[in-house]
């Protein structure tokens, strides 16, 4: 018998962006926050547009520390989520079709986050991702850098540790 024709690119993206969209939604303080996410094949891109309410010290004016904590938090939660949730939507295990905000996989905890904090973060738009140095069964480690204007000029950097959830 022959195989069925492949489904056209745009019907995969769209299946796609809907799981990204679930698994972002399913965490209330990013919309609270405000953090958006971008995809591009595998890679996200966290967005933490610029609001006044995330200033710390108005004056100088700077980000608040427990705002950028937070972004740096979310954005490697999301990514090892994501990472997760791609490795089982290309394999077949998950239908994207089926992700919502209620029925999603269970994300990873954070174990520890170290913050460092590397220059001022201005009242503007700020980006950041995610790269897993490791993910097993057990337990995950993910670098975050954090940026406004110059990716190779980061404001903060984190890692964090992370317990993975039970698959299953």
Not at 40 to 48: F, K, N, V
Not at 71 to 82: D, K, P, S
Not at 149 to 159: G, H, L, S
């Amino acid at each position: 018998m022959g195989r069925s024709p492949p489904e056209p690119v745009q019907v995969v993206k769209e299946r796609r962006d809907r799981a990204l969209d679930a698994l972002v939604r399913g965490v209330p303080y990013i919309s609270f926050l405000g953090i958006e996410f971008d995809r591009r094949g595998d890679e996200l891109t966290a967005l933490l547009p610029f609001k006044g309410a995330h200033i710390g010290n108005p004056d100088l004016p700077a980000l608040h520390g427990g705002a950028t904590a937070s972004f740096l938090e979310v954005t490697a939660i999301i990514g090892l989520g994501w990472s997760i949730l791609w490795e089982e939507i290309e394999s077949g295990a998950v239908d994207p079709a089926t992700i919502s905000p209620e029925r999603l996989p269970k994300l990873p905890k954070t174990i520890d986050l170290t913050v460092d904090y590397l220059r001022t973060g201005l009242p503007r738009d700020a980006y950041a991702r995610a790269r897993v140095n490791r993910s097993g069964r057990r337990y995950a480690s993910v670098h975050v850098e954090a940026w406004q204007d110059n990716r190779a000029r980061p404001f903060a950097q984190a890692t964090g540790h992370f317990l993975m959830p039970s698959r299953g």
